[in-house]
């Protein structure tokens, strides 16, 4: 099977490339970390990779709006070349504040006549909220979630409320299977109250693809539990290896040998 490459991309304030990374090869791909302002030098080099990857942190510090400025650099200066890679049957994951910036760039949800369809806000608590989620794929047709029922995976966002401009937009999302991911408690059909919905988002939402199923943002991070020892209680017997979060990655890689 052919390893496909991932670049990830990191900028000022990027603090998960490296286990995004690790993630990726132990699923089987060859990642490599790049500088936004290496790509922004040569934009050509996004056509090299078969899979793009915007992981977790803080990029540019979270000023004006988490993930805004990254987005923006995306939106003027890479929108063509991104719209490129999409059509050309490649992937696309943003983790956390990856999700931020696919969504505030257009690239996952692009805008109409009025604006935006949707956001990601701050966290109905008002404050980071740094702890483990249970999970339920609510839809099938997102490459990255095949053959996946439940997750069990930590966050740690303090803007991660996802809100759509009014509720027919999200009525319309979920009605075209793009609400992939929801947050769940012990009962994974029932709807989730604080704290097994950390932030407020509208639906439980926790990840959200475009219509072709290639491209997925999620507020969740999948490459902090990769192994089982990841897990917080694998020392009570709990979690099982590999963790759960590698699933995402391999299905990625999987995609591409099919």
């Not at 937009?169 to 709807?191: F, K, M, N, S, W």
Request: charged share 20%; hydrophobic share 40%; net charge neutral.
């Amino acid at each position: 099977m052919a390893r496909p490459r991932v670049l990830i991309l990191r900028a000022p304030g990027t603090n998960c490339d490296w286990e995004t990374a690790y993630a990726f090869e132990l699923a089987g791909a060859l990642p490599a970390r790049l500088h936004v302002n290496r790509l922004l030098e040569n934009p050509r080099v996004l056509a090299d990779f078969q899979v793009f990857c915007i992981p977790g942190g803080f990029s540019f510090g979270d000023d004006v709006a988490a993930g805004r400025i990254l987005a923006r650099l995306l939106q003027h200066h890479l929108a063509a070349e991104l719209a490129e890679f999409k059509t050309r049957d490649k992937l696309i994951l943003g983790i956390c504040n990856g999700f931020q910036v696919l969504l505030k760039s257009g690239v996952l949800l692009e805008p109409d006549a009025e604006g935006p369809l949707a956001t990601l806000t701050w966290n109905d608590s008002g404050r980071y909220e740094d702890r483990w989620v249970r999970l339920r794929v609510a839809a099938p047709g997102c490459v990255f979630l095949r053959g996946l029922e439940t997750l069990y995976l930590p966050v740690a966002h303090a803007e991660g409320k996802f809100v759509t401009r009014d509720p027919a937009i999200l009525t319309h999302l979920e009605q075209a299977g793009r609400l992939v991911l929801r947050y769940c408690g012990p009962d994974p059909d029932a709807p989730a109250s604080y704290p097994d919905n950390p932030n407020g988002s509208w639906g439980d939402t926790a990840g959200v693809c475009d219509a072709t199923g290639r491209v997925l943002g999620l507020m969740p991070h999948p490459e902090r539990h990769v192994h089982r020892t990841h897990h917080p209680r694998w020392t009570r017997g709990e979690g099982r290896e590999p963790g759960d979060g590698l699933s995402v990655f391999r299905n990625a890689v999987e995609y591409f040998a099919a």
